[in-house]
């Protein structure tokens, strides 16, 4: 396969680069073993690279070092054990041992947002990079796989060369991630796509001897995987532009929403009707309470906050409705609540003393533990808040929920959250919670009031068997 370089020219015989290591393949280090970094870490190690995930986490290497997998991600925990017994892959939080061992050497630490503003919080990339460099003793690839603001790159180069001796020549890439979590496996086995930021010919070939297991699995499904070589900021925007992209596409369809509410036109079928067009699609189309997780929500500000430090900030206004559309439908759960439990509102919002409310779905989404600013869990605090008595079940996020929002009440299964509710919120759209009996659900209620909150459930089977059903944008 040849691909070709920013400058057109094409770069021949990319696997005969030897990683300095002197092994056979680079060895690879992930430092950082979140949801991004133990995926890959557990991913590449399964294409048969020889992996190093490192983490200031004692108690999360343990884990990871002992076969289970810290967080819910469907088909990882196998892949872990299967690459510990076969030798290719270890956990470390020891950044010497790290530094002696790759030699490609991945950032995958967190990047949210700043206590003190939208932008991003760069702290853990700093120690990452500040932890690992003066331990270099040879040649490497420092790769940032972190979602960052454009010019960090260059801003990490710079550390690197304050603290490495210029003759070890360590080189410094950008290769962002696009992995979806629930779907992390596959999304790293076999990415749509993968977009490299580099400055040289080497970088470049160590990062595509480093991706060649990818290649090779591609080849022998008879697929091609995409890929972009591009500069460091291209590489870097790449990632905030497709963030912001998916998010004003989600707070469209909200937005339309919000309009179908008030002319009691159904946002399902006009999300139906406009997605059949391809050159609109069908796809992040779903009209409900919003986007979350640890990623939309802190990009789309730190894109903002970056934009507008580089005298850009215009270019990127609208992210702001965006952001706000998002917001406003979450405040949307709770007005229905009160409307529907008939309580009126006040300038401090409803009164909702005196009501049991199930919230079924703590996660943003299914097949994920992952509760970091989930709009289920931020709206079971809203109605915590408006005084309800609120009682949660999620099938994978109730240890994370617990700690997130301790002062709601939970339950060990849907039934447990439903049993005596005035009304019952289903908020993650869980297949447990989308294929629920509603006749049986009924018989444990004290009341059959329903919203969907992700316009997930079936309307006419919901109503048929006697609930008062709300949606989102629907009559
Ligand atoms: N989660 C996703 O689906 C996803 C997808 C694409 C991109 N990203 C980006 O990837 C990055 C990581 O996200 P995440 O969801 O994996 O976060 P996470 O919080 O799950 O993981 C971050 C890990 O970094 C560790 N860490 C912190 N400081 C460290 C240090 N100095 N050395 C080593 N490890 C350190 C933490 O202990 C933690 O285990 C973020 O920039 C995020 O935006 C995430």
């Not at 630490?109 to 206590?115: F, H, K, L, M, S």
């Not at 990079?129 to 960052?148: E, Q, Y």
């Not at 992995?179 to 580099?198: H, K, M, S, Y």
């Not at 109503?463 to 629907?474: E, H, K, S």
Request: charge should be negative; aromatic fraction near 8%; include cysteine.
């Amino acid at each position: 396969m040849t691909i070709p370089y920013p400058s057109g020219q094409s770069l021949p015989a990319f696997a005969t680069v030897t990683p300095p290591s002197g092994a056979a393949r680079p060895r690879l280090t992930f430092l950082g073993t979140g949801y991004l970094g133990a995926t890959y870490a557990i991913c590449f190690a399964e294409l048969g690279y020889e992996v190093l995930g490192c983490d200031i986490d004692e108690e999360k290497i343990a884990t990871l070092a002992n076969g289970a997998v810290p967080f819910h991600e469907p088909g990882l925990d196998e892949l872990l054990r299967r690459n510990l017994a076969a030798g290719r892959l270890r956990f470390t939080t020891d950044y010497k041992e790290t530094a002696d061992f790759g030699d490609v050497h991945f950032i995958c630490v967190g990047t949210p947002q700043r206590a003190d503003g939208m932008g991003a919080d760069l702290s853990y990339v700093e120690a990452a990079v500040t932890s690992l460099a003066p331990h270099l003793t040879r040649k490497a690839l420092i790769v940032g796989k972190s979602t960052v603001p454009v010019g960090t790159a260059e801003w990490v180069e710079q550390l690197v060369s304050k603290h490495v001796p210029p003759e070890l020549g360590v080189e410094v890439a950008w290769s962002p991630e696009f992995l979806q979590e629930g779907f992390a496996v596959e999304d790293v086995l076999r990415p749509n796509r993968i977009v490299l930021g580099v400055k040289s010919e080497w970088a470049y070939s160590m990062l595509y001897a480093a991706h060649k297991g990818v290649f090779d699995l591609a080849a022998t499904e008879d697929r091609e995987v995409p890929v972009v070589v591009t500069d460091f900021a291209t590489a870097e925007l790449v990632k905030v532009a497709a963030n912001a992209f998916l998010a004003t596409k989600i707070s469209f369809i909200n937005a339309m929403a919000e309009v179908c509410e008030v002319v009691g036109a159904d946002v399902t079928q006009l999300a139906r009707a406009i997605g059949y067009d391809p050159r609109i699609g069908n796809r992040f189309l779903q009209a409900g309470i919003g986007f979350g997780g640890g990623c939309l929500p802190k990009d789309i500000r730190a894109f903002q906050a970056r934009a507008q430090e580089l005298g850009a900030g215009e270019a990127l206004r609208f992210l702001h409705e965006v952001d706000l559309i998002n917001q406003r439908r979450r405040t949307r759960v709770v007005q229905l609540a009160a409307e529907l439990l008939g309580r009126k509102s006040g300038p401090a919002g409803p009164d909702l003393s005196g009501t049991r409310i199930a919230v079924l779905g703590a996660t943003f989404k299914p097949n994920s533990d992952d509760v970091r600013d989930a709009p289920s869990l931020a709206i079971a605090g809203m109605l915590h808040k408006a005084g309800a008595d609120v009682h949660v079940y999620d099938p994978q996020g109730m240890e994370n929920a617990k700690r997130a929002l301790p002062e709601v009440t939970y339950e060990p299964s849907m039934e447990d959250a439903v049993r005596g509710a005035d009304l019952v919120c289903v908020l993650t759209e869980w297949a447990d919670f989308r294929n629920a009996d509603p006749v049986a659900l009924g018989e444990l209620v004290a009341a059959r009031r329903v919203i969907d909150g992700r316009n997930c459930l079936d309307p006419a089977l919901w109503t048929q068997a006697g609930w008062v059903y709300r949606g989102m944008g629907r009559p």
